[in-house]
């Protein structure tokens, strides 16, 4: 049986939203990374050089994780989500992969952005990861019907 766990990081509340419509069109579990530190408003403001996650992003900084996937082993499938940030995957998604071993695992990325398309996004997590087996990759709106969800992950 292909169980599968749906992971996200959402620090708006973009890719929660995506993540929960995932989840349920394609009966798999929940499963929030979450930052020690919640992100403020003021933390996310991408146009301000020494904000939070603008330092994070530029100098490669992780931030420490409240929680771990608990038993990760049961799950053949992963799918990863996030909102892009600068182009690729936030800081954050790197140390869960560090923290998480997800070897052996079928892993689709999908991603949240206003108006970038995935492709670099997909390109870097790749790079960074290579002895992982991702899948494929999308972009989600949110706005998808349940059967859009579901074919993504089962072709």
Not at 27 to 34: M, Q, R, T
């Given at each position: 049986m292909n169980?599968i766990?749906?992971?996200?990081f ?10 929960e419509?995932l ?5 798999g579990?929940?499963?929030e990374?979450?930052p020690?530190e919640?992100?403020s408003?003021k933390?996310?403001?991408w ?6 996650s603008?330092?994070e992003?530029?100098?490669?900084i992780?931030?420490n994780?409240?929680?771990?996937v608990?038993?990760?082993e ?5 799918c990863l989500g996030?909102p892009?940030?600068w182009y690729?995957e936030?800081?954050?998604?790197n140390q ?5 071993d997800?070897?052996?695992?079928n892993?689709y ?6 108006s ?7 390109k870097?997590?790749?790079?960074d ?12 709106t949110?706005t998808?019907?349940?059967k ?7 072709e």
């Amino acid at each position: 049986m292909n169980k599968i766990l749906v992971c996200y990081f959402s620090a708006t509340g973009v890719t929660k939203k995506v993540a929960e419509k995932l989840s349920q069109a394609i009966e798999g579990d929940l499963f929030e990374i979450e930052p020690q530190e919640r992100y403020s408003e003021k933390d996310l403001d991408w146009m301000d050089h020494n904000s939070r996650s603008s330092i994070e992003m530029s100098q490669g900084i992780k931030p420490n994780i409240k929680n771990t996937v608990p038993n990760r082993e049961d799950y053949d499938t992963i799918c990863l989500g996030f909102p892009i940030w600068w182009y690729k995957e936030p800081t954050i998604i790197n140390q869960f992969l560090e923290e998480n071993d997800m070897t052996g695992k079928n892993i689709y990325i999908f991603v949240t952005s206003g108006s970038s398309t995935i492709d670099s996004t997909y390109k870097s997590i790749k790079d960074d990861f290579p002895h992982l087996n991702f899948v494929k990759g999308k972009r989600f709106t949110g706005t998808e019907s349940t059967k859009e969800y579901q074919k993504w992950v089962v072709e």
